[in-house]
């Protein structure tokens, strides 16, 4: 403990003597670090999130290893009611020759293993026979029954693939169908909808894209706003801030470099994070702060907010890691995920409270100093000799080395007195 006690001391003190070398070096870290972000794959697969070695998923691998266990993308076209385009039929001969094109786009691409539609039972016929043929059949006794509805205002074209089990094939799969039916167009009155695994789990993986980005900011913003309103000041805010994104930044540039993903679960992981590491700031600053306002000068506050705080906080943030590490032991593979995220996140906001939020809050002093010509933070007043009289700021320092009592005296107190720290 005296060691770590001891280590403390060292990184305070290396804070306060070349903060913005400390800051410059952290940003440099955190720019190379930052390349990792934009790799941060998302898992949206519900194979991926399951573990593997059970008998069901076995079994369903065995299914799928010989072409029977598939997934389906079904494109619907569907009478558009809201569209002023007359009575449409979902059988016409327009329709059924735009059915046949996206056939031959489906079966162009290299994971559809078969398509199946109306097209797909009548063939390729001209106008006329087909005329007959829709004429002839009765819907409810045709195989065609499976693929348009009785009212014939809708219509499923079936595609079967086994790209699930792969995040990215089923990303590009499902990407590249939208975009080539996209660019056939739409017949008259008609509009498009897909479904199907693949497509539902694109969705998903948008989703929690979507959802990790605006949670993140929508926390950031809430915790700036609560810290702004508790310690009053604007640089008081984004002083926390500004660690805890950093942070977050580190967290998605491990994942990125280290290959983990984030998923349903794990799409939180930034707000939780940015809730922890608050805290930790939280209490180093406000203890600093409070140093400082005893009168303490900016060394001895820095000095007493990492050593005091930052024991607590590491104890905390261990046993809140073990925790979360706990979560390994389960068997499902996300569970697992969430708490190695968790627990590289937790480890990143304690040290950037420790060795970035120090030096952040003397660089905030000086920033202040230079515009208000006064100290923010510290006792506002003047220092007092035993005597009564009043000693120039400047000969502060060498009265205290002198042995000599002082006193400083707040403005807003008048005649209290308080002991001035060397």
């Not at 104890?315 to 708490?339: D, H, K, N, Q």
């Amino acid at each position: 403990m005296n060691l770590y006690i001891k280590l403390l001391k060292k990184i305070a003190h290396i804070q306060v003597e070349h903060p913005y070398l400390t800051v410059l070096f952290i940003v440099m870290l955190s720019l190379a670090i930052y390349g990792g972000v934009s790799s941060v794959r998302t898992v949206a697969s519900l194979e991926q999130m399951m573990p593997k070695d059970i008998e069901e998923i076995k079994a369903f691998n065995t299914l799928r290893d010989n072409a029977m266990g598939q997934d389906t993308i079904g494109i619907i076209l569907q009478i558009d009611r809201d569209a002023d385009v007359g009575n449409i039929d979902i059988t016409s001969y327009d329709i059924y020759r735009y059915v046949l094109d996206v056939e031959e786009v489906l079966r162009s691409k290299s994971d559809i293993i078969e398509v199946y539609s109306p097209a797909s039972i009548l063939g390729d016929i001209d106008e006329r026979s087909y005329s007959d043929s829709m004429d002839a059949i009765n819907l409810d006794d045709s195989l065609l029954s499976s693929y348009i509805n009785k009212d014939r205002t809708t219509l499923v074209i079936i595609a079967t693939t086994d790209v699930s089990a792969s995040d990215e094939r089923m990303q590009l799969l499902a990407t590249s169908v939208k975009e080539s039916i996209k660019s056939l167009g739409s017949p008259s009155g008609v509009k498009i909808l897909y479904t199907g695994t693949p497509i539902i789990q694109q969705r998903l993986g948008e989703l929690i894209s979507a959802d990790r980005s605006n949670t993140q900011w929508i926390s950031t913003l809430l915790v700036f706003i609560i810290t702004m309103i508790i310690f009053g000041t604007f640089s008081s805010a984004v002083v926390p801030i500004i660690v805890v994104t950093i942070s977050v930044n580190w967290l998605y540039g491990t994942m990125g470099y280290t290959g983990l993903p984030i998923s349903t679960l794990a799409g939180g992981v930034a707000a939780m994070v940015i809730g922890i590491g608050i805290d930790f700031a939280i209490h180093i600053m406000n203890k600093f702060k409070y140093e400082r306002k005893k009168g303490m000068s900016i060394k001895h506050g820095i000095e007493q907010a990492v050593v005091d705080t930052g024991v607590a906080l590491t104890a905390t943030s261990i046993t809140t890691i073990a925790a979360f590490l706990a979560f390994l032991a389960g068997v499902m593979p996300e569970m697992g995920r969430f708490g190695i995220l968790m627990a590289i996140g937790i480890t990143y906001s304690l040290l950037f409270s420790l060795f970035g939020l120090p030096a952040l809050l003397v660089i905030e002093e000086d920033f202040i100093k230079l515009i208000t010509r006064k100290a923010h933070f510290g006792v506002e007043g003047e220092y007092m000799l035993a005597n009564g009289k009043k000693c120039d700021p400047k000969d502060v320092h060498k009265h205290l080395m002198d042995g000599k009592t002082l006193h400083l005296r707040r403005k807003h107190e008048g005649k209290g007195k308080g002991d001035a720290d060397a």
